[in-house]
Each structure stands twice: as C-alpha cells, then as structure tokens.
C-alpha cells in the first residue's frame, strides 16, 4: 500500500468512522464485549469557524490537502446525523495544521485535545524520517498545532521502513495515549514497539516490543478486563492484552483473538483500523508491505466481527 494517509476521517462530536457497518445477525446465542467510548468532548477551536460541531468531522484524507482539515459536512433531506453518504461543503485548515506533513490516526482526549501522527505519502520529501516517531497535538482551546511528544527514534539505516507511527488510540478511562510504531523495522526485520503514554505527564507508562502493529483499540472483554486489540503488520492476525489499572501491558496476556488471512478479495490484508462498536467488531483490512506507493487506488475491505459465546470465537459476520 499506500501512503499510510489512509481513510481518517472523524466526526467531531460522536467520534466514529464516516464507514457504517452492515450488520448480519448470527443464529444461536452470542454476546458482546463492551466498547470503551472514546471521548465525547468536542475541541473548542470550532466554534472559531462558526460550525456546527455534529455537522463537522476532522480529516487528513482529502485529496490534495496535505495534514489536518476541518470539513463542513452538509445536511440533507430528512438527515438527523451525519452518514457515510452526507454531502461535503466548506474545508478549513489552519496553517499550522500542515508542519507535520501527511497525516493518518486521528484521537481525541476528554479535553478536546486533538492527537494525530505523520504518515508519508509516495515519498518521504513532505515527512521527513525523523519526524516519523512525533506525536503531533492541535490544542482544544486555540486549534493551533504543535509536536507533542517524540517517541525513541534510532538512526536510520538503508532498507528500513520509511515508516514510524502507525496507530494511536486514547484511553479516556485513564488519561493514556497508545501509539504503535515500526520505526527501525526492516521487510523480515520486526523491530516495533506499541508505547503506552500517560497524556498528562506524557511520560512513558510501558511498551510491548517486538511487534509491528498498525490498527488499534480498546475494550472490555466478556469478564470486564480492559484489553488492547490490534492488528500485526506482516500478517493478518488480530491480537490483544490486557491491560490492568496503572496502564501496563500484562505480557502474559497476550493471545490471538482472529485472522483475516485468507478472507476478502486480496486474502492477505492487514488491520488498518479497528473499532469496537455495540458488539460488532469493524476492521478495515489493506494490503500493506512496507513500502511507498501512489494511494490514488486504495482497495480496502470492511470486515465485521462477533462473539460467539457458545463457541467463544469471534466469528465474521459481514464484509464489504
């Protein structure tokens, strides 16, 4: 794939994908985890563009746009919230917006503080390797973005990825930032780590090495343990662990939850982005290697997920 600029795109007051799901129930007797919300609190910088914020969603896939937008979505007809098919109308980006270059995760904390990392598209010349391990912040209060955090970033050496961050996901039950990075990782070389960062000292809580993880989330799992679920890089498994109450990886946890290997047309893909909602487990699956490449096509495939508890597997219950 892909300039890892992917399909992101948030709505700013219910926080959810543009991408519904289909839903196909199951027969027999299935429960669902429970989702962790994400934060409900919308950045106070809208108002500066006199928006509504549930007609408003925050971008950094717009053709042409590198970074961070602001998109006024239009309501139609009989429309009560936005959908995947409401009509896009003005763009706004502040200009700070753009320092980061190419952008790809969106999350935002219960202040309304807005999170995002750098992904390059086709070419490292707007994304320079160094900056591949930033956590970028736009500020709630006065929208203006800034580098938050620099994660550990070793020297680069030919034939590593030209890829950092991948993933981030915030917690608003604790207060903590989950970022997962492939930096220093090679083709057959897994050198990744998913970082766990308090938000408010923005000190390092743990981190799990030895993994190259892209799609990320969190939830509660059918006993009530908080869990991070993500999708490895090199294959199509989806794994999780838990997490316990000071944000810290149980590593003896850790377990294998699915696959997509050999689901979808490309029977190969890879997580890009994971979410949890009402009992059904969305992931968008691509096929990613590693390397740049134009992302004018970008073939992607929506699978949904549910617990069986009779069988106690997730089983695929629609893709698209």
Same mark, same amino acid.
């Given at each position: 794939m892909i300039g890892f600029s992917g399909v992101h795109i948030t709505f700013i007051t219910m926080f959810k994908s543009l991408i519904f799901c289909g839903l196909m129930l199951l027969t027999g007797r299935v429960t669902g985890q429970r989702e962790i919300k994400p934060c409900q609190k #919308?950045?106070?910088? &809208?108002q500066q563009y006199g928006l509504d914020?549930?007609?408003?969603?925050?971008?950094?896939? #717009? %053709?042409?746009? +590198?970074? =961070?937008? =602001?998109?006024e979505l239009i309501k139609t007809g009989s429309e009560v919230k936005p959908s995947a098919k409401s009509f896009k109308g003005r763009i706004? *980006?502040?200009?700070?917006?753009?320092k980061a270059g190419w952008l790809s995760g969106i999350s935002l904390d219960a202040a309304g503080n807005v999170y995002t990392i750098p992904a390059p598209l086709v070419s490292v010349l707007d994304?320079?390797?160094?900056? /591949?391990n930033s &956590? @970028?912040?736009?500020?709630? *209060?006065?929208? &203006? +973005? /800034? %580098?938050?955090?620099?994660?550990?970033?070793?020297? !680069?050496?030919?034939?590593n990825s030209p890829f950092g961050l991948m993933g981030i996901? @915030?917690?608003?039950t604790s207060g903590t930032l989950f970022a997962a990075s492939i930096a220093g990782s090679k083709r057959f070389v897994e050198k990744g780590i998913v970082y766990a960062v308090d938000a408010g000292t923005r000190k390092l809580k743990d981190s799990l090495v030895g993994m190259d993880v892209i799609g990320m989330t969190l939830y509660f799992d059918a006993i009530g343990n908080k869990r991070l679920l993500f999708g490895k890089a090199r294959t199509g498994e989806i794994w999780s662990v838990m997490i316990d109450k000071n944000a810290r990886f149980l590593k003896k946890t850790l377990q294998l939850e699915l696959s997509l290997e050999g689901l979808g047309p490309r029977g190969d893909d890879k997580a890009r982005? $994971?979410?949890?909602?009402?009992? &059904?487990?969305? $992931?968008?699956? $691509?096929?990613?290697n590693y390397n740049l490449q134009a992302s004018s096509e970008k073939p992607e495939t929506v !699978?949904?997920? %549910?617990?069986?508890?009779?069988?106690k597997k997730w089983e695929l219950v629609n893709l698209y």
């Open positions: #919308e950045p106070a910088f &809208i914020p549930l007609w408003s969603a925050l971008s950094t896939s #717009e %053709k042409h746009r +590198m970074g =961070l937008v =602001l998109v706004f *980006q502040d200009s700070s917006w753009k994304n320079p390797p160094q900056n /591949q &956590i @970028f912040r736009v500020d709630a *209060q006065t929208g &203006i +973005m /800034q %580098k938050w955090l620099q994660l550990p970033l070793k020297k !680069y050496e030919s034939g996901s @915030f917690d608003c982005k $994971i979410r949890f909602t009402n009992g &059904i487990l969305s $992931i968008n699956g $691509i096929a990613f !699978y949904d997920f %549910k617990w069986n508890q009779s069988t």
